[in-house]
């Protein structure tokens, strides 16, 4: 038990919470917990969800990693989502009227997930106000996502999308100078596009003096030029 609730400690619907609160509450409720790590021999091609299934559950990863992922009928498949130790998933789902994923999960390295009914997750927010305070965060955070996804949907062109990014990036580092969080490799799947095409955009874009990059460090050279783009 010990050692689920240092776990658990980690996942932002139970924020606030003191180890004997969180220890109450885990008692107090129906889990269940699916342990990919027993088949750690083909783990990556573990399946947690797929696209179509019924969602009745709030998922909660404990150890391990999992893949969001869309599975086109051209075979092209793209990493929507990586959710590590502390991530939650099936929140939204399973409490809309149309409950079925969206997408497909796998477990990209070994995993174990904590799963809590729709039932106990309406009496665990009851119970604990702190808990439900956590939860409407998650959702309106979730909806500022879908946002986002949906601003970046908008844009037709390849440097339309990398503008917004940096654009969106500069606005949480504050400074022209900056770190990209994520590789490139990852940079293209969130845009949905190739790598050798975005690379290809940002060497443009580099001889076009809007920006200056090194690896992960970019600087963006023309802030002006780069907010027009997006006009």
């Known amino acids: 038990m010990d050692n ?3 776990n658990l400690k980690h996942c932002i619907l139970f924020k606030g919470l003191t ?7 885990i008692i107090s409720i129906n889990y269940s917990i699916s342990d990919n790590s027993k088949n750690s021999d083909d783990y990556h ?15 909660i990863v404990i150890e391990g990693e999992l893949e969001v992922q869309k599975h086109y009928a051209s075979g092209k498949i793209v990493t929507l989502a990586k959710l590590n130790k502390g991530k939650i998933f099936g929140e939204a789902i399973a409490f809309s009227e149309t409950n079925i994923y969206p997408a497909t999960i796998i477990s990209s390295i070994c995993s174990t997930i904590l799963y809590i009914s729709k039932k106990d997750v309406i009496s665990m927010c009851s119970s604990y106000p702190i808990v439900l305070n956590n939860f409407m965060q998650l959702l309106s955070s979730k909806i500022l996502l879908l946002n986002r996804k949906i601003k970046e949907l908008s844009f037709e062109t390849l440097r339309q999308k990398i503008s917004n ?12 100078d900056l770190v990209l969080p994520i590789s490139r490799k990852n940079l293209a799947e969130h845009l949905g596009v190739q790598r050798p095409s975005l690379s290809r955009e940002l060497v443009n874009m580099k001889n076009d003096g809007l920006i200056d ?19």
Do not use: M, R
């Not at 091609?45 to 998922?59: H, K, N, P, Q, R």
């Not at 990059?213 to 006009?231: M, R, V």
């Open 4 to 6: 689920l609730v240092n």
């Open 19 to 25: 180890s004997l609160e969180l220890q109450n509450l």
């Open 45 to 59: 091609t573990s399946i947690v969800a797929l696209e179509g299934d019924i969602c009745d559950s709030l998922g």
């Open 165 to 176: 990014y940096l654009l969106s990036q500069y606005e949480v580092q504050k400074n022209l």
């Open 213 to 231: 990059f090194n690896k992960n460090l970019f600087q963006i050279k023309d802030l002006s030029g780069i907010e027009d783009i997006l006009i």
